[in-house]
């Protein structure tokens, strides 16, 4: 493969390179200086040299395994088991294929490991250096004839110039960064050189098979990354702008002789170029006009165009132009500033890399009237047109396809310069100076940038999840053991993919949906492990071995029997969890791991149940509040809400994932914390029996008033055109009814009005422990009356699922209806599910009488009221609880005459 662009794929060396012309007489001497044992031994060491800068110390830097890498393992592990093999993956904000069916090849191959999945990238990165100079050695056949003169030059310059080049991309930052790690980006510079390298032969030959070749990598590139969809426009631009010139210029050599060949002649190759394309690409072309919110999902997410984003403020021209300053500065001042791209606030060249690129810009637009050079910069400014359009900017991923073109511009300015000081030194010489020098001066910059200052970068490891993916690699080596040892884990290690990932056979976990069996006596010697810093306040989950030898994994609480947070103690070392340490054998680890003394553990439990189901099959279980109220100490301060949430059919992902809106509603404003569902965990990474908590946190304002506020919940997805469209909640019959749950109330402030009750005759009535009627009172009713008042006192016990209503019947000895009366309790305004634990409220009711109603007080004792509550939507009545009774009844029985005044 080294000797490729050099021996197999070259066969026209007429012309000129980049303007420097070649007469005809060299074109054999110039095919045996492309067979000297030196220039294969350079391009075989420059080609070793990227490898080696690529592989070197690859299963430690990067550290960890970052959330969007550790995503496409699990669509690949999913491709290896035929769970999935989709055309495009829908998840992450959607993906092209091909990567991650690399991928899946290289895991196959090699394990599961982030090492495995990055090698891809390795081998396309490499790959990628010699295909750059079969795309300049073809620029070289590209020379009207009326410009080849009977000047002779040296038969080692071409090859010294493509070897510029391969050295440039080889030593890159930015290349050689892309190339280690896991993202799908960097087929792109692979797959389009290609493209490109049949475009310029096709347009030069004419050849039919040539234009073929070039539609199928150039439809084979929109399986590579987003940025693709623009190498077209490339293609596109590049036939236009020589339509124009072909006004004036008339005809054009051809490669083997100085025969004409017209616009006219290469349109039927044209033709069949775009039809390639279109064919090739079909299947993603049908999938995006079947679903086009997944064409642009992403596009909208990160589009400078998008009306309001308070990270990039301004109008769409001002962002432009911020962007445009900006990205010219990348390439000499400030790059990208994602530690996970780049050393933040590197250029994207070094010193001598950046004097090559701006030489090789300025000679190519004096001479931009010429087909390679027009094209060579047409590609590098459209390919660059992703970061320009879109917040971030510089983003060394957006612009990844920009790379074969930039390489290109180096070897153009090292030609100039060479070419400018042939007057004083030998060209061929000052080439191959030049050539040492980008090793050694570029290569050294690298190295010295990547390994020496980036690998030490204070928040690296946070900046690839380092902590989840070495729990995983430790998680996977204790269960390989013959060790017994039940294994505690946080559930930021539990619940990521890259435990998915290392782990699969892992079964779900789930909290408890009631207060029952609450204890776990956890085993001595439980081995736990917990990352730096770790939130306190996270479950717990305990991975156990049954008898059959198959996982179980119970989630806890992280408050012990004793009150005390485990978690917290870990981190702090207090006993008797002291003899912590670090990940063994590792002195970059980044977790605690230890053994836990006799302990007694809480099992996690559902607070509040409230099972509701959308209608994409995701249910919610229930919630969980810290308090019952909020004080006015905690202006200013942040109230957590946990939801619990699974999904009906884990067999089946949606093709775009919805979000979830939770909202806090207090009476002046609304407070929202929307986003994807289950804390970052995917729906489609969700087992059978999982129950995911997912977290959202409401920041108060500064000043709080006394108030009773609730919370808004519900799914929704984004259309591409920003529309926002909610999923509907289905009932018990199936049908849609509502498309937000309004749950959880809170007093703020002390904000619940008092309700005085001290009049009313008092009871003791509970319903299913959540409402406590607690008082009545009945006005006698007068002669001729046709209905009676009753004044009835409730108190919440607990939060309610939902509106209750009330039912009162006035009954005859007979046990028959004679009067009746049904009301939604609380009232619009305040319903059942709006009440907070401890609140009283009164409610009237005025009861039909019948027509021959006695209010004598003898006939009054014939007459009962019958009270109970019930779902207005399924009909269920709650279970009177309080006084408790065998029959277990939905309702109370009271005589009238025990409640007159």
Same mark, same amino acid.
């Given at each position: 493969?080294?000797?490729?662009?050099?021996?197999?794929?070259?066969?026209?060396?007429?012309?000129? %390179?980049?303007?420097?012309?070649?007469?005809?007489?060299?074109?054999?001497?110039?095919?045996?200086?492309?067979?000297?044992?030196?220039?294969?031994?350079?391009?075989?060491?420059?080609?070793?040299?990227?490898?080696?800068?690529?592989?070197?110390?690859?299963?430690?830097?990067?550290?960890?395994?970052?959330?969007?890498?550790?995503?496409?393992?699990?669509?690949?592990?999913?491709?290896?088991?035929?769970?999935?093999?989709?055309?495009?993956?829908?998840?992450?904000?959607?993906?092209?294929?091909?990567?991650?069916?690399?991928?899946?090849?290289?895991?196959?191959?090699?394990?599961?490991?982030?090492?495995?999945?990055?090698?891809?990238?390795?081998?396309?990165?490499?790959?990628?250096?010699?295909?750059?100079?079969?795309?300049?050695?073809?620029?070289?056949?590209?020379?009207?004839?009326?410009?080849?003169?009977?000047?002779?030059?040296?038969?080692?310059?071409?090859?010294?110039?493509?070897?510029?080049?391969?050295?440039?991309?080889?030593?890159?930052?930015?290349?050689?960064?892309?190339?280690?790690?896991?993202?799908?980006?960097?087929?792109?510079?692979?797959?389009?050189?290609?493209?490109?390298? #049949?475009?310029?032969?096709?347009?030069?030959?004419?050849?039919?098979?040539?234009?073929?070749?070039?539609?199928?990598?150039?439809?084979?590139?929109?399986?590579?990354?987003?940025?693709?969809?623009?190498?077209?426009?490339?293609?596109?631009?590049?036939?236009?702008?020589?339509?124009?010139?072909?006004?004036?210029?008339?005809?054009?050599?051809?490669?083997?002789?100085?025969?004409?060949?017209?616009?006219?002649?290469?349109?039927?190759?044209?033709?069949?170029?775009?039809?390639?394309?279109?064919?090739?690409?079909?299947?993603?072309?049908?999938?995006?006009?079947?679903?086009?919110?997944?064409?642009?999902?992403?596009?909208?997410?990160?589009?400078?165009?998008?009306?309001?984003?308070?990270?990039?403020?301004?109008?769409?021209?001002?962002?432009?132009?911020?962007?445009?300053?900006?990205?010219?500065?990348?390439? #000499?001042?400030?790059?990208?500033?994602?530690?996970?791209?780049?050393?933040?606030?590197?250029?994207?060249?070094?010193?001598?890399?950046?004097?090559?690129?701006?030489?090789?810009?300025?000679?190519?637009?004096?001479?931009?009237?010429?087909?390679?050079?027009?094209?060579?910069?047409?590609? #590098?400014?459209?390919?660059?047109?992703?970061?320009?359009?879109?917040?971030?900017?510089?983003?060394?991923?957006?612009?990844?396809?920009?790379?074969?073109?930039?390489?290109?511009?180096?070897?153009?300015?090292?030609?100039?310069?060479?070419?400018?000081?042939?007057?004083?030194?030998?060209?061929?010489?000052?080439?191959?100076?030049?050539?040492?020098?980008?090793?050694?001066?570029?290569?050294?910059?690298?190295?010295?940038?990547?390994?020496?200052?980036?690998?030490?970068?204070?928040?690296?490891?946070?900046?690839?999840?380092?902590?989840?993916?070495?729990?995983?690699?430790?998680?996977?080596?204790?269960?390989?053991?013959?060790?017994?040892?039940?294994?505690?884990?946080?559930?930021?290690?539990?619940?990521?993919?890259?435990?998915?990932?290392?782990?699969?056979?892992?079964?779900?976990?789930?909290?408890?949906?009631?207060?029952?069996?609450?204890?776990?006596?956890?085993?001595?010697?439980?081995?736990?492990?917990?990352?730096?810093?770790?939130?306190?306040?996270?479950?717990?989950?305990?991975?156990?071995?049954?008898?059959?030898?198959?996982?179980?994994?119970?989630?806890?609480?992280?408050?012990?029997?004793?009150?005390?947070?485990?978690?917290?103690?870990?981190?702090?070392?207090?006993?008797?969890?002291?003899?912590?340490?670090?990940?063994?054998?590792?002195?970059?680890?980044?977790?605690?791991?230890?053994?836990?003394?006799?302990?007694?553990?809480?099992?996690?439990?559902?607070? %509040?149940?409230?099972?509701?189901?959308?209608?994409?099959?995701?249910?919610?279980?229930?919630?969980?509040?810290?308090?019952?109220?909020?004080?006015?100490?905690?202006?200013?301060?942040?109230?957590?809400?946990?939801?619990?949430?699974?999904?009906?059919?884990?067999?089946?992902?949606?093709?775009?994932?919805?979000?979830?809106?939770?909202?806090?509603?207090?009476?002046?404003?609304?407070?929202?914390?929307?986003?994807?569902?289950?804390?970052?965990?995917?729906?489609?990474?969700?087992?059978?029996?999982?129950?995911?908590?997912?977290?959202?946190?409401?920041?108060?304002?500064?000043?709080?008033?006394?108030?009773?506020?609730?919370?808004?919940?519900?799914? #929704?997805?984004?259309?591409?055109?920003?529309?926002?469209?909610?999923?509907?909640?289905?009932?018990?019959?199936?049908?849609?009814?509502?498309?937000?749950?309004?749950?959880? /109330?809170?007093?703020?402030?002390?904000?619940?009005?008092?309700?005085?009750?001290?009049?009313?005759?008092?009871?003791?009535?509970?319903?299913?422990?959540?409402?406590?009627?607690?008082?009545?009172?009945?006005?006698?009713?007068?002669?001729?009356?046709?209905?009676?008042?009753?004044?009835?006192?409730?108190?919440?016990?607990?939060?309610?699922?939902?509106?209750?209503?009330?039912?009162?019947?006035?009954?005859?000895?007979?046990?028959?209806?004679?009067?009746?009366?049904?009301?939604?309790?609380?009232?619009?305004?305040?319903?059942?599910?709006?009440?907070?634990?401890?609140?009283?409220?009164?409610?009237?009711?005025?009861?039909?009488?019948?027509?021959?109603?006695?209010?004598?007080?003898?006939?009054?004792?014939?007459?009962?009221?019958?009270?109970?509550?019930?779902?207005?939507?399924?009909?269920?009545?709650?279970?009177?609880?309080?006084?408790?009774?065998?029959?277990?009844?939905?309702?109370?029985?009271?005589?009238?005459?025990?409640?007159? /005044?």
């Amino acid at each position: 493969m080294a000797f490729l662009p050099m021996y197999g794929m070259l066969h026209c060396m007429r012309g000129e %390179y980049m303007g420097l012309p070649l007469s005809n007489d060299t074109e054999h001497s110039t095919r045996q200086a492309l067979s000297t044992s030196s220039h294969r031994l350079t391009l075989l060491a420059v080609i070793l040299l990227a490898f080696f800068l690529r592989i070197w110390n690859l299963d430690r830097l990067p550290p960890g395994l970052y959330y969007d890498e550790a995503y496409n393992a699990i669509d690949a592990q999913q491709v290896i088991d035929g769970i999935a093999r989709p055309i495009f993956f829908p998840g992450n904000n959607g993906r092209e294929p091909l990567f991650i069916y690399l991928q899946s090849l290289a895991v196959t191959l090699f394990g599961a490991s982030a090492y495995s999945l990055r090698s891809v990238s390795v081998f396309a990165g490499v790959l990628t250096v010699p295909v750059v100079v079969v795309v300049l050695l073809r620029l070289l056949c590209w020379v009207p004839p009326t410009e080849v003169t009977e000047r002779s030059k040296s038969k080692a310059l071409i090859v010294q110039a493509a070897l510029i080049a391969a050295a440039a991309i080889s030593v890159s930052y930015w290349h050689m960064s892309l190339s280690r790690l896991g993202f799908r980006a960097i087929l792109l510079p692979l797959i389009s050189a290609f493209a490109v390298y #049949f475009f310029v032969k096709a347009w030069q030959t004419n050849r039919w098979s040539d234009f073929m070749w070039a539609g199928v990598w150039l439809g084979a590139s929109q399986y590579t990354y987003i940025s693709a969809r623009l190498l077209p426009m490339v293609i596109g631009g590049f036939v236009l702008i020589e339509l124009i010139l072909s006004l004036r210029r008339k005809t054009m050599a051809s490669e083997d002789s100085h025969a004409p060949i017209t616009t006219a002649q290469r349109l039927p190759g044209a033709v069949l170029m775009v039809a390639s394309t279109v064919l090739v690409s079909a299947p993603l072309l049908l999938i995006f006009w079947q679903q086009p919110e997944l064409l642009a999902a992403r596009i909208s997410d990160v589009s400078i165009f998008v009306a309001e984003n308070p990270a990039t403020p301004g109008t769409p021209m001002e962002r432009l132009v911020d962007n445009f300053g900006k990205l010219a500065g990348a390439f #000499f001042i400030n790059g990208d500033l994602n530690p996970r791209h780049n050393l933040p606030d590197r250029p994207l060249n070094d010193v001598l890399l950046a004097i090559l690129f701006a030489t090789g810009v300025i000679t190519s637009l004096a001479r931009m009237r010429r087909p390679a050079h027009h094209l060579v910069l047409l590609w #590098f400014v459209v390919m660059l047109l992703p970061s320009l359009f879109s917040m971030q900017s510089p983003h060394w991923l957006r612009m990844v396809g920009a790379l074969p073109p930039l390489a290109i511009l180096y070897a153009t300015g090292a030609q100039a310069i060479a070419t400018f000081l042939s007057r004083w030194f030998k060209l061929s010489h000052l080439l191959i100076l030049v050539l040492v020098a980008v090793i050694v001066i570029s290569g050294g910059s690298t190295t010295y940038s990547y390994f020496g200052q980036w690998a030490r970068l204070p928040r690296l490891a946070d900046a690839f999840d380092a902590d989840q993916y070495e729990a995983a690699q430790l998680v996977r080596s204790l269960l390989a053991d013959k060790s017994e040892a039940p294994i505690l884990l946080t559930r930021r290690l539990y619940r990521s993919l890259q435990m998915r990932f290392l782990n699969s056979d892992l079964p779900g976990a789930r909290p408890q949906i009631t207060g029952a069996d609450k204890w776990l006596s956890g085993a001595a010697g439980t081995r736990y492990i917990i990352e730096y810093d770790a939130d306190t306040t996270q479950p717990l989950f305990l991975i156990t071995k049954e008898t059959d030898g198959t996982l179980a994994v119970t989630q806890l609480s992280p408050i012990d029997a004793e009150g005390e947070s485990i978690i917290a103690n870990i981190l702090a070392g207090k006993s008797p969890f002291g003899k912590r340490h670090t990940q063994p054998d590792r002195q970059d680890a980044h977790l605690y791991v230890g053994e836990l003394p006799e302990i007694t553990l809480v099992l996690d439990w559902i607070q %509040y149940p409230l099972p509701t189901q959308f209608i994409n099959g995701v249910e919610l279980v229930g919630y969980a509040l810290p308090i019952d109220a909020v004080p006015c100490a905690m202006a200013g301060e942040t109230f957590p809400l946990t939801l619990y949430l699974r999904k009906a059919d884990v067999e089946t992902s949606d093709d775009a994932e919805a979000l979830l809106f939770a909202h806090l509603m207090l009476s002046e404003m609304q407070i929202q914390d929307n986003g994807p569902l289950g804390n970052g965990y995917p729906m489609t990474m969700w087992r059978p029996n999982d129950i995911v908590d997912d977290s959202r946190s409401f920041d108060l304002p500064e000043t709080l008033t006394s108030d009773k506020a609730y919370f808004e919940t519900g799914l #929704f997805w984004l259309a591409p055109n920003g529309s926002i469209q909610r999923a509907g909640i289905v009932d018990g019959d199936g049908n849609t009814a509502g498309d937000q749950v309004t749950f959880g /109330p809170i007093a703020i402030c002390d904000g619940v009005p008092e309700v005085s009750i001290d009049e009313l005759t008092p009871l003791d009535a509970r319903f299913e422990e959540r409402i406590e009627l607690v008082g009545i009172q009945l006005v006698p009713p007068q002669t001729g009356a046709t209905e009676v008042s009753i004044e009835l006192g409730w108190r919440a016990v607990d939060r309610s699922p939902t509106a209750y209503t009330t039912f009162v019947h006035l009954l005859d000895a007979q046990n028959n209806i004679v009067g009746q009366f049904d009301f939604p309790l609380g009232g619009e305004d305040n319903p059942t599910n709006l009440w907070v634990p401890g609140e009283q409220i009164r409610s009237s009711v005025t009861l039909p009488l019948p027509r021959d109603f006695d209010p004598d007080p003898s006939a009054l004792a014939g007459y009962r009221l019958r009270i109970g509550l019930y779902e207005p939507v399924s009909g269920r009545q709650l279970v009177v609880t309080t006084p408790q009774r065998a029959d277990a009844l939905s309702f109370i029985i009271l005589n009238i005459t025990e409640f007159l /005044p």
